[in-house]
């Protein structure tokens, strides 16, 4: 059974730093490319950002560029998130999901989705 | 990346069918063929429900299905039941990954 499990939550100030993880059980975790996706309270999901397999392609949303550093190990199967300069916005549940592709032969197009997701870390900022 | 729009919340009687709307600004076809589906309840984690537009994935319900005209893709709920009652995402990746702002679904 696949499992994702995040850790490293808390509250902390404006302008700290933080790292959260999420181990991943169940799965050969060096087979998919991963991501992280957060919900601020009251709001939608936003994409943050999302890892290749062997950890040699990286993407982050442009809002976030520059503070938040995605990275994995795969010998440990687990996924990281290094977050800095932290503001209040930045206070939400921060979701591990595992990242699948599909390539319809038909129409050539090579799809990306969500298939398994963490239960979530909350993440507080405080002024 | 374009920015997907959805419907801020819609309604149906159970039974109903419902179908909620995921429209993109951008004229990026392919991130089009790459609109997936989730369904958010309070407190837990989303789930996949429609993968590369039509797709569902194993264990997923027939009453759920996804379609794609032009820039629109558009997620239908058939025979709408009470647990059906949550938020629900499109997400489109090109380039970058994008959620639509979500759409609240209530069952009267």
């Known amino acids: 059974e696949v499992q994702l499990v995040e850790s490293g939550g808390g509250l902390v100030k404006q302008g700290g730093s933080l790292r959260l993880s999420c181990a991943a059980s169940g799965f050969l975790f060096s087979d998919y490319s991963m991501s992280w996706v957060r919900q601020a309270p009251g709001r939608g999901l936003e994409w943050v950002s999302s890892?290749?397999?062997?950890?040699?392609?990286?993407d982050y949303a442009d809002s976030l560029k520059g503070r938040f550093t995605i990275s994995r190990d795969n010998a440990q199967n687990s996924l990281y998130l290094q977050v800095s300069s932290l503001r209040a916005e930045d206070t939400a549940v921060y979701y591990c999901a595992r990242e699948k592709s599909y390539y319809d032969i038909l129409t050539g197009h090579q799809t990306y989705y969500f298939d398994h997701w963490g239960q979530g870390i909350l993440l507080t900022v405080s002024s | 990346q374009s920015a997907l729009t959805q419907p801020a919340s819609v309604s149906g009687s159970p039974g109903q069918s419902i179908t909620i709307s995921c429209t993109g600004t951008s004229s990026d076809v392919d991130a089009f063929e790459n609109v997936s589906w989730y369904q958010k309840h309070p407190g837990k984690a989303p789930k996949l429900m429609i993968y590369a537009v039509t797709k569902r994935p194993s264990g997923i319900s027939n009453r759920f299905s996804g379609s794609k005209s032009g820039n629109t893709a558009s997620l239908t709920i058939s025979g709408l039941q009470v647990e059906d009652e949550a938020d629900y995402f499109c997400y489109s990746y090109a380039g970058s990954g994008v959620f639509g702002g979500g759409t609240k679904v209530t069952v009267l």
């Open positions: 890892i290749s397999s062997g950890g040699s392609s990286i």
